[in-house]
Nanobody
Framework: HVQLVESGGGSVQPGGSLRLSCVGSGNTFSSYNMGWFRQPPGKEREGVAV????????FYSDSVKGRFTISQDNAKNTMYLDMTSLKPEDTAMYYC??????????????????????WGKGTQVTVS
């Protein structure tokens, strides 16, 4: 049973930075893919960043491209999301996930899949 635990969220002023961490049990990050999603209040969960292990390619939603960076440390079974130049619209609950199926493509990114994958319980980020 895969367990993912996020940490690093908090309250920050616009323009600030945060580093989110996601620690997994077992060989979590030798999985097919891993990524970060977020769910703003009252909105659908959306993709933020993803790494595909087979190709090594990373993808970011348009809204965070150039500001957020996804990375991993296999030795620590940990995935990171470095967030800089934070904006109020980045306020959301942030979730990490592995082995998730594709979501639905949108104009600037993708939605979270309706089911499947391994998910953490989330960490809150508030920018104000």
């Amino acid at each position: 049973h895969v367990q993912l635990v996020e940490s690093g969220g908090g309250s920050v002023q616009p323009g600030g930075s945060l580093r989110l961490s996601c620690v997994g049990s077992g060989n979590t990050f030798s999985s097919y893919n891993m990524g970060w999603f977020r769910q703003p209040p009252g909105k659908e969960r959306e993709g933020v960043a993803v790494i595909y292990k087979t190709t090594g390619k990373t993808f970011y939603s348009d809204s965070v491209k150039g500001r957020f960076t996804i990375s991993q440390d296999n030795a620590k079974n940990t995935m990171y999301l470095d967030m800089t130049s934070l904006k109020p619209e980045d306020t959301a609950m942030y979730y990490c996930a592995t082995d998730f199926p594709p979501g639905t493509q949108t104009a600037g990114g993708w939605t979270a899949p309706r089911s499947g994958g391994n998910w953490g319980k989330g960490t809150q980020v508030t920018v104000s």
